[in-house]
């Protein structure tokens, strides 16, 4: 296989753009995906980890439900599904329980940052939106309070809110489907997407404004995932700047899926082969040498 084949053809503007550190970067699943553990674990896919929570089901008609939805591709119907029977059963702690120990890691061995995430930090961004619920991107900044971290959630006394930190030109990790270090912010379903859309509007009005005026780079999301749908219907992506955003995704769309993309939000979809996780931290490397290049020309005399 030719590596090289799979480097996009990156507009000159974008990468102004991310030298300028006037763009904003969506982390989805995939890029989580080659992150691993001590134990050689990574986080699961959104079908595994709606397969893990219905197999954790006693009756056996729920988790046949469940998995027929899973398995037809219907993953915000079959959250929905899993989500209210632990609900009824009174369960929803240990949903969670489950959830942080398969996406982040158990306690003792949690997800550890991949080359992908070594490459993001080499772009230096400043907004960071991410739609995963694990702690990933918070370990490969060290931990450090770099970036400060936002949810939909308005806490108790909470006085900066995330367009302050914005305006005032502060990294920030905007995790709009919630954080598994407060369970009562994440985002499993489409009604409980509802929500965060209403009672996170500001949270939700800062990231469209960003959307709406800076190019994205939207990476670890497959177009089939539920994510990506939610993501086009409420960010604004390609509003007004309706050219220049990219899509690195897992598995070639067809022409059509890429041409709507293309022509409705200005999103150029550039694609790796299906399994080929390696690809997806070389195609950021490109990216981040180009924008080294950049940086190099101004400085010559």
């Known amino acids: 296989m030719n590596s090289t084949q799979f480097r996009p053809e990156w507009r000159a503007d974008f990468i102004e753009q991310v030298a300028r550190k006037r763009y904003v970067v969506f982390i989805g699943a995939g890029a989580?995906?080659?992150?691993?553990?001590?134990?050689?674990?990574?986080?699961?896919?959104?079908?595994?980890?709606l397969l893990e929570c219905a197999a954790r089901l006693a009756d056996s008609n729920t988790r046949t439900t469940a998995n027929q939805l899973i398995h037809s591709g219907e993953y915000l119907l079959a959250a929905e599904h899993i989500y209210a029977s632990y609900r009824r059963l009174g369960l929803l702690t240990d949903l969670w329980r489950l959830i942080e120990e398969k996406v982040d890691g158990p306690k003792n061995a949690r997800h550890l940052p991949s080359n992908v995430y070594k490459q993001l930090l080499r772009l230096e961004p400043d907004v960071v939106v991410t739609t995963n619920f694990d702690r990933i991107f918070e370990r490969?900044?060290?931990?450090?309070?770099n970036f400060t971290v936002f949810t939909w959630v308005k806490k108790s006394g909470q006085q900066v809110t995330l367009a302050d930190r914005i305006r005032a030109g502060d990294p920030v990790l905007i995790k709009i489907h919630g954080c598994m270090s407060e369970a009562?912010?994440?985002?499993?379903?489409?009604?409980?997407?509802a929500i965060t859309r209403?009672?996170?509007a500001d949270t939700f009005a800062a990231v469209k404004a960003l959307c709406m005026t800076r190019p994205v780079l939207f990476v670890g999301y497959r177009l089939a995932d539920p994510d990506?749908?939610?993501l086009?219907?409420?960010?604004?992506?390609g509003t007004y700047f309706h050219a220049g955003h990219y899509l690195i995704t897992e598995e070639q769309p067809t022409e059509a899926h890429a041409r709507a993309l293309e022509s409705s939000f200005g999103i150029h979809v550039h694609y790796y082969p299906k399994g080929a996780h390696e690809e997806?931290?070389?195609?950021?490397e490109?990216?981040?040498?180009k924008v080294d290049s950049w940086h190099a020309s101004r400085r010559l005399p």
């Open 32 to 49: 989580s995906a080659s992150c691993k553990n001590d134990a050689g674990h990574s986080p699961p896919t959104w079908g595994e980890l």
């Open 140 to 145: 490969a900044t060290g931990g450090n309070d």
């Open 184 to 193: 009562s912010s994440i985002t499993l379903t489409r009604s409980l997407y």
């Open 198 to 200: 209403r009672e996170g």
């Open 228 to 230: 990506i749908q939610l």
């Open 232 to 237: 086009l219907e409420d960010s604004g992506v």
């Open 280 to 284: 997806l931290p070389l195609i950021l």
């Open 286 to 289: 490109d990216l981040a040498n």
